[in-house]
């Protein structure tokens, strides 16, 4: 058996939950509700995730979802083994849905591209053992305004995660990211306001990219 001190053992993949380091317990909280939101529910479209996804559901944006039924259970700071923790510990236990958009692996910034994306597809490939669904995984954004070796980082993880999906059955990536550079790989505030999460414009784009994929599903089933 691989001891959890073996200097392989990719941390990615090994689902944990997050350190409570501040002592108030906002993480487990969340969790918590989240567990709760899902008792018995039937949805359209279940977001999962780290802060992208929740400030998606803090945005205006998030109204184009209206025609659907939807839940969010993203967490800001999350890394993929944080969220695989929370999906094997109740939160896809009672609940259906028809399409899953998972955005997640930006933080995993002390993994390699290779963990990253073995991270990411554990999350996928949870999901579609729990779920009868679609999954629409969203490719990591751009991170810096300019060109850097942690962009590329997650550049190189999301070929790996796309070269992979291929490969699945009922799964999908969409590219949300690169749309956004300018010239020279240059990323605006107007985007990404911290040059990492997006702005109230960057999600409704983002948005719309993601009703286009699932009408596509729908089309498709």
């Known amino acids: 058996m691989t001891q959890m001190n073996d200097i392989n053992v990719n941390s ?13 317990g906002r993480w487990n909280s969340q969790h918590r509700i989240f567990c709760e939101q899902s008792q018995n529910k ?4 279940l977001v999962l995730g780290d802060s992208m996804c929740r400030l998606m559901y803090n945005s205006n944006a998030w109204g184009k979802l209206k025609p659907y039924r939807c839940l969010n259970f993203g967490i800001g700071g999350d890394k993929t083994q944080n969220i695989l923790w929370r ?4 939160e896809l236990d009672s609940v259906t849905a028809k399409y899953v958009v998972i955005w997640c692996g ?10 990253i994306a073995e991270g990411v597809n554990a999350v996928i490939n949870y999901v579609r053992q729990k779920l009868n669904c679609f999954v629409l995984m969203l490719g990591i954004a751009p991170r810096g305004e300019r060109p850097n070796p942690l962009r590329s980082k997650m ?34 505030n107007l ?4 040059f990492l999460h997006p702005t109230p414009m960057c999600y409704e784009k ?6 286009k994929k699932i009408k596509q599903f729908e089309s498709s089933s």
């Open 206 to 211: 983002i948005l719309s990219a993601i009703l």
């Open 191 to 194: 985007d990404f306001y911290d």
């Open 87 to 90: 999906l094997q510990n109740g």
């Open 155 to 188: 550049e190189e993880a999301n070929s790996i995660i796309e070269s992979k999906i291929q490969h699945m059955s009922k799964v999908s990536y969409l590219d949300v990211g690169s749309q956004f550079l300018g010239e020279n790989g240059i990323l605006s």
């Open 106 to 115: 930006t933080n995993n910034v002390d993994n390699s591209a290779a963990e």
């Open 12 to 24: 990615a993949v090994v689902p944990a939950p997050v350190i409570d380091m501040q002592g108030d």
């Open 42 to 45: 039937d949805v359209d479209i």
